[in-house]
């Protein structure tokens, strides 16, 4: 890191302490000494001056330790209520006056103390020949004086609340608080000794120039904001502009998004388009003619039933169906008509075929592009929302997208029908492993159900297709094969979503749609 | 789409011959099997070794049944299928079943044959039972076309009679009941008369099946006798009929009752059906009878439709492993299908059998090979880019059900009985939240709003979409119409937010427009425009009414605009 970028990134307190050095590279200064120009709390300065030795702005001239002594809890405490050394050799001169006899075990209760702190006080006045012990346990004072006991007093009010360095005691003193000091074993003590290390600190040679270029930016001021203004009359040069922590959260926004699972449909219809499919429209509520009628399902079909399809109330049913188209239909169901199918046998009945009801298949916008002179060689596709009477639930909708379209071409037969598939699986679901399976639909013949390997889910239905009847094509004006096709997705559609309920994709939650990434 | 339950040991036993060793079949080889009959595999039971089979094709009856299963598969195996001797054999004097007047105008037809020798165990009794209720249920559609009874055949004088009797004159215990009851009691109170008395509304004389001895066996469509209707396990003679308003379907049924019972070992006795009136076959038909689904093609038409030059000998071969009667003539064939099929409408129907039995796997795909050029609708790219721009101007797109409920669309946005307020609504309702086609946006994005008042604040939505707009101006009494609804909802939000919006969209979709002011009963009064552009109303802008924002219980002002997309890409 070059210099400009070191100090860049120096905080407030390390230029409060290289700025105490003013660019002297002779300059020695103490911790207390710099405690004294800073200002700085004690603790905030040995930070700062750590931080600035690991960057090596700072460097260590010299480095003392001074042993500090000071008082412990318990040292406060024999401040306030005396030492036990002092408590038994006062109790001790106090039996000597009235003559009583007095045991240790006495002193120990009376005192409310510790055997050990009793043994320890008896044993050093012993020593120093202030007590005796007598016959039957018993102590008495010898009437003389024990110099600990008195340096103890000295020395706890010397020390109370107020540390100072070892050396300004005399030898005997420095003695007892020796004795007295806690230790690795022994914490009860009155007394602690610390080591206060104390630092000649001096500027390195880098910080040597970084108090020059601090010192040279210090005539600049530090401003929050670049401003129009600022950079008008380019007063901007004279400024400082305060650093940021650039490592905070940023504040989240929620930017203008495209649905996940519009966009999903979005690229779906970008890659129909791309392989030559034409966009086809069509309307929300259909005539069970367009819906069904003209798909060859018979006006008896299961399918049909008012269970399986949603009916308009009002009007209940369309005003005219197109010519030549309803004749052309109606007879292909009755025998057949043109299209050298013996047809369903059955009275076909032209009101029934108005009927309204909520488009229940996209193929129903095939069909109308079928009556409407279609082009050939002509791919088509549409993207069409579908309703069907069922309980909705985690796989049920009762609206839903359906992907399906129609090939139409001289070419086409039931092997160019397995390319076609051949391509969405590749294209759509990225799969290079396919099965085709013989399937039903009422609307074409052969029939083939797509089966794919799809990279994340394994072996799934990806859609069915067929050639188009002739029952189909021909009352609506095709002579040519035509291929018609659907692609089921809204499991991909799922799995690309992270989404387990079908009625997700439909979600009302803002929070949800915002926060879905989407992918495809 | 019938679903079934089959038993593994079952169908193994059917794969082979009646008393032939059969050879167990693993689920892999099971489920390559069911190619040939459209069937998934839906579920297994590895311990009792029941399999649940989906059937999809809707016009193979046949299929609907293990015996059905079996046979398709054993045909496969074997190359062919067998010749049933039932449908040659010529009696002297058949068993016979006599059709009283008048029945032509209530339940005309009746098909019915005796198989003798399969003693019925619980497997087969099982099937059995399924199989009739699939086939009445499914193919009868709901037995108003066909329905089926079995009975036991030791107790039955012939000739059986299929009458028509009056309500009140004959009485017999039905299934299911202990006590003697008519057949106008039997409408009334038996489950099964109930659930299908309506096939017989309007007749005052009702369908009653009974023997020599005028002992009943059914009431068909509705019951059989307890006495004479109800097969047990062990029985080893059987009397099957089937009645029904389409003869030939009829007939069809019966020959998949017999051809079932045969593959089970049973021998079939065909049965002499008397009418006293002309039907397509005569007025003396014998059943179980081949009705000869035949049809002439060229060879080419197949070859052309599967895209594979195979040969007429090898298109015979395929479809005689299918089960069907073929005859190569030069460049002609001429097919017939088994006798217990009837879906033969089109050469294609052909086709696809010629391809289901050589397999799918058989043929190379190939790509269609003409050039086409793919482009979007006009509307969809003027949706588009509407939406792009919505989006860099902040707003999350939404997508919501076109379904919605009245309440929703008209109530709570105080729309009552006005022009906006027009719905198309669904008759047959399964639930009122699903009952009406959303007649414009707002709404949708109101139910985002109302769900989301947690979601950090501003809030920005829209949708484009389409909406059903009622016009009975139109053929379908109804236009789908492609809206841009856009919403903007927070403590400040204003008119003014929405209208720069609005005046952006116009700005880059190259169009003009002018506010208006109107009266709008979801709007607060004097912050509502109509939008208007080349002299159409196109939409609208406002700020949406506090009784609407209360009704939906949504605590922050909201303004919103809807345009007409479809209007703007003409």
Request: aromatic share 8%; glycine share 8%; hydrophobic share 40%.
């Given at each position: 890191m070059d210099i400009s970028s070191l100090i860049d990134s120096l905080?407030?307190?390390?230029?409060?302490?290289?700025?105490?050095?003013?660019?002297?590279?002779?300059?020695?200064?103490?911790?207390?000494?710099?405690?004294?120009?800073?200002?700085?709390?004690?603790?905030?300065?040995?930070?700062?001056?750590?931080?600035?030795?690991?960057?090596?702005?700072?460097?260590?001239?010299?480095?003392?330790?001074?042993?500090?002594?000071?008082?412990?809890?318990?040292?406060?405490?024999?401040?306030?209520?005396?030492?036990?050394?002092?408590?038994?050799?006062?109790?001790?001169?106090?039996?000597?006056?009235?003559?009583?006899?007095?045991?240790?075990?006495?002193?120990?209760?009376?005192?409310?103390?510790?055997?050990?702190?009793?043994?320890?006080?008896?044993?050093?006045?012993?020593?120093?020949?202030?007590?005796?012990?007598?016959?039957?346990?018993?102590?008495?004072?010898?009437?003389?004086?024990?110099?600990?006991?008195?340096?103890?007093?000295?020395?706890?009010?010397?020390?109370?609340?107020?540390?100072?360095?070892?050396?300004?005691?005399?030898?005997?003193?420095?003695?007892?608080?020796?004795?007295?000091?806690?230790?690795?074993?022994?914490?009860?003590?009155?007394?602690?000794?610390?080591?206060?290390?104390?630092?000649?600190?001096?500027?390195?040679?880098?910080?040597?120039?970084?108090?020059?270029?601090?010192?040279?930016?210090?005539?600049?001021?530090?401003?929050?904001?670049?401003?129009?203004?600022?950079?008008?009359?380019?007063?901007?040069?004279?400024?400082?502009?305060?650093?940021?922590?650039?490592?905070?959260?940023?504040?989240?926004?929620?930017?203008?998004?495209?649905?996940?699972?519009?966009?999903?449909?979005?690229?779906?219809?970008?890659?129909?388009?791309?392989?030559?499919?034409?966009?086809?429209?069509?309307?929300?509520?259909?005539?069970?003619?367009?819906?069904?009628?003209?798909?060859?399902?018979?006006?008896?079909?299961?399918?049909?039933?008012?269970?399986?399809?949603?009916?308009?109330?009002?009007?209940?049913?369309?005003?005219?169906?197109?010519?030549?188209?309803?004749?052309?239909?109606?007879?292909?169901?009755?025998?057949?008509g043109e299209t050298g199918s013996t047809g369903w046998n059955y009275p076909f009945d032209a009101e029934r075929a108005r009927r309204l009801v909520l488009r229940s298949q996209g193929t129903a916008v095939s069909a109308h592009t079928l009556a409407t002179q279609p082009a050939v060689p002509g791919k088509y596709f549409s993207i069409a929302r579908c309703f069907r009477y069922d309980q909705v639930d985690a796989t049920h909708a009762t609206d839903f997208f359906q992907v399906e379209g129609i090939v139409l071409g001289e070419d086409i037969n039931f092997r160019t029908l397995l390319g076609l598939l051949n391509l969405f699986a590749r294209e759509v679901a990225q799969a290079k492993e396919v099965k085709f399976l013989p399937a039903y639909f009422p609307f074409t013949e052969p029939s083939v159900e797509l089966h794919v390997r799809h990279p994340k889910l394994g072996w799934m239905e990806l859609g069915g297709a067929g050639l188009f009847r002739s029952e189909v094509t021909l009352p609506l004006g095709v002579t040519v094969p035509v291929i018609a096709w659907g692609l089921g997705l809204d499991r991909m559609a799922m799995v690309a979503l992270g989404i387990h309920d079908i009625r997700e994709l439909f979600t009302d939650n803002l929070d949800l749609i915002r926060s879905t990434k989407g992918a495809f | 789409m019938p679903t079934i339950t089959i038993f593994k040991q079952d169908l193994e036993g059917l794969l082979v011959g009646p008393g032939e060793m059969s050879q167990p079949i693993t689920i892999e080889q099971l489920e390559e099997s069911l190619m040939l009959v459209k069937g998934e595999l839906k579920g297994q039971n590895l311990d009792t070794g029941e399999l649940r089979i989906e059937l999809q094709d809707s016009n193979r009856p046949d299929l609907w049944c293990c015996e059905g299963i079996a046979r398709q598969i054993r045909v496969k195996r074997q190359g062919s299928l067998p010749k049933y001797d039932f449908l040659t054999i010529k009696s002297q004097s058949p068993k016979r079943l006599n059709v009283a007047p008048g029945m032509e105008t209530v339940r005309p037809y009746v098909a019915a044959c005796a198989a003798t020798g399969y003693v019925v165990t619980q497997e087969g009794l099982a099937q059995l039972i399924q199989t009739q209720e699939k086939l009445a249920e499914m193919f009868g559609r709901k037995r108003r076309t066909v329905s089926i009874g079995i009975y036991r055949l030791a107790a039955i004088e012939f000739p059986v009679t299929y009458d028509l009797v009056r309500p009140d004159d004959v009485s017999f215990t039905p299934l299911g009941m202990d006590t003697v009851m008519t057949l106008g009691e039997m409408l009334l109170v038996h489950p099964?008369?109930?659930?299908?008395?309506?096939?017989?509304?309007?007749?005052?004389?009702?369908?009653?099946?009974?023997?020599?001895?005028?002992?009943?066996?059914?009431?068909?469509?509705?019951?059989?006798?307890?006495?004479?209707?109800?097969?047990?396990?062990?029985?080893?003679?059987?009397?099957?009929?089937?009645?029904?308003?389409?003869?030939?379907?009829?007939?069809?049924?019966?020959?998949?009752?017999?051809?079932?019972?045969?593959?089970?070992?049973?021998?079939?006795?065909?049965?002499?059906?008397?009418?006293?009136?002309?039907?397509?076959?005569?007025?003396?038909?014998?059943?179980?009878?081949?009705?000869?689904?035949?049809?002439?093609?060229?060879?080419?038409?197949?070859?052309?439709?599967?895209?594979?030059?195979l040969g007429?000998?090898?298109?015979?071969?395929?479809?005689?492993?299918?089960?069907?009667?073929?005859?190569?003539?030069?460049?002609?064939?001429?097919?017939?299908?088994?006798?217990?099929?009837?879906?033969?409408?089109?050469?294609?129907?052909?086709?696809?059998?010629?391809?289901?039995?050589?397999?799918?796997?058989?043929?190379?795909?190939?790509?269609?090979?003409?050039?086409?050029?793919?482009?979007?609708s006009r509307i969809e790219e003027v949706s588009d880019r509407v939406r792009a721009l919505m989006v860099g101007m902040g707003f999350q797109e939404i997508i919501s059900n076109i379904l919605s409920s009245p309440q929703s669309l008209r109530d709570a946005m105080r729309l009552g009985a006005t022009e906006w307020g027009k719905l198309v609504e669904v008759d047959n309702v399964m639930s009122q939240n699903?009952?009406?086609?959303?007649?414009?946006?707002?709404?949708?994005?109101?139910?985002?709003?109302?769900?989301?008042?947690?979601?950090?604040?501003?809030?920005?939505?829209?949708?484009?979409?389409?909406?059903?707009?009622?016009?009975?101006?139109?053929?379908?009494?109804?236009?789908?119409?492609?809206?841009?609804?856009?919403?903007?909802?927070?403590?400040?939000?204003?008119?003014?937010?929405?209208?720069?919006?609005?005046?952006?969209?116009?700005?880059?979709?190259?169009?003009?427009?002018?506010l208006e002011p109107i009266q709008h009963p979801s709007f607060l009064a004097g912050r509502v425009g109509s939008i208007v552009s080349r002299g159409k109303q196109v939409g609208v802008i406002g700020e949406l009414h506090p009784e609407v924002l209360e009704r939906w219980q949504i605590g922050v002002p909201a303004v919103a605009f809807e345009l007409d997309l479809t209007e703007l890409a003409e």
């Open positions: 905080h407030p307190l390390e230029v409060k302490v290289l700025s105490t050095f003013g660019g002297d590279r002779s300059a020695i200064l103490q911790t207390e000494q710099l405690v004294q120009s800073t200002g700085l709390e004690p603790s905030q300065l040995s930070m700062a001056v750590e931080w600035l030795l690991a960057k090596s702005l700072l460097a260590v001239d010299t480095e003392t330790a001074t042993p500090i002594v000071s008082l412990t809890k318990l040292g406060e405490l024999y401040f306030e209520k005396y030492s036990p050394i002092e408590r038994v050799l006062s109790v001790a001169r106090d039996a000597g006056k009235t003559g009583k006899r007095l045991t240790i075990q006495d002193v120990q209760s009376r005192e409310g103390l510790e055997p050990t702190e009793v043994s320890g006080a008896i044993g050093k006045l012993k020593k120093e020949g202030a007590l005796l012990i007598i016959q039957g346990g018993c102590i008495e004072s010898t009437g003389r004086p024990s110099q600990t006991a008195e340096a103890m007093r000295g020395l706890l009010q010397q020390l109370h609340g107020a540390p100072r360095e070892l050396r300004a005691f005399s030898e005997s003193q420095r003695q007892i608080i020796q004795d007295h000091a806690v230790k690795r074993g022994n914490a009860r003590e009155p007394f602690r000794i610390d080591d206060r290390v104390t630092r000649a600190l001096k500027l390195s040679e880098s910080g040597v120039e970084a108090t020059q270029q601090l010192s040279r930016q210090k005539a600049l001021e530090e401003v929050s904001q670049l401003t129009p203004e600022l950079l008008k009359d380019g007063n901007w040069k004279t400024k400082r502009f305060r650093k940021y922590t650039i490592s905070l959260r940023a504040p989240r926004i929620a930017p203008g998004k495209r649905h996940p699972y519009r966009e999903f449909l979005d690229t779906v219809k970008t890659k129909l388009v791309s392989m030559g499919f034409q966009e086809m429209r069509g309307s929300l509520v259909e005539t069970e003619f367009w819906n069904m009628d003209a798909l060859f399902m018979p006006q008896f079909h299961p399918a049909r039933d008012i269970h399986d399809v949603y009916f308009v109330k009002e009007p209940a049913h369309a005003s005219s169906i197109e010519e030549p188209f309803l004749s052309q239909v109606a007879q292909a169901h009755r025998n057949g | 099964k008369g109930l659930e299908f008395g309506g096939i017989l509304a309007g007749h005052d004389r009702l369908p009653f099946l009974c023997d020599a001895k005028r002992q009943a066996l059914s009431f068909p469509p509705i019951i059989n006798s307890r006495e004479a209707g109800e097969v047990r396990v062990g029985d080893d003679a059987l009397f099957v009929e089937v009645t029904g308003t389409d003869l030939s379907m009829v007939v069809l049924t019966l020959n998949i009752f017999a051809t079932n019972l045969a593959d089970r070992g049973a021998a079939i006795e065909p049965i002499e059906v008397r009418y006293p009136y002309k039907t397509s076959l005569g007025m003396s038909v014998m059943t179980p009878q081949d009705l000869l689904r035949s049809q002439k093609l060229p060879v080419r038409t197949i070859e052309q439709a599967l895209g594979q030059t007429a000998q090898e298109v015979a071969k395929a479809l005689m492993a299918y089960g069907y009667d073929v005859a190569v003539k030069g460049k002609q064939i001429a097919v017939t299908l088994p006798f217990y099929r009837q879906d033969l409408m089109h050469a294609m129907d052909v086709v696809e059998d010629v391809a289901i039995s050589r397999g799918y796997g058989e043929f190379l795909p190939v790509m269609p090979s003409q050039f086409t050029v793919g482009g979007l699903f009952s009406a086609l959303r007649q414009w946006m707002l709404p949708s994005l109101l139910r985002v709003e109302a769900a989301s008042n947690r979601a950090f604040y501003p809030h920005r939505t829209f949708e484009a979409g389409e909406v059903a707009r009622y016009d009975l101006t139109q053929p379908q009494g109804s236009r789908t119409v492609m809206v841009l609804g856009g919403m903007i909802a927070h403590a400040d939000a204003h008119f003014s937010e929405a209208h720069s919006c609005l005046d952006t969209l116009f700005y880059y979709v190259n169009h003009t427009y002018s």
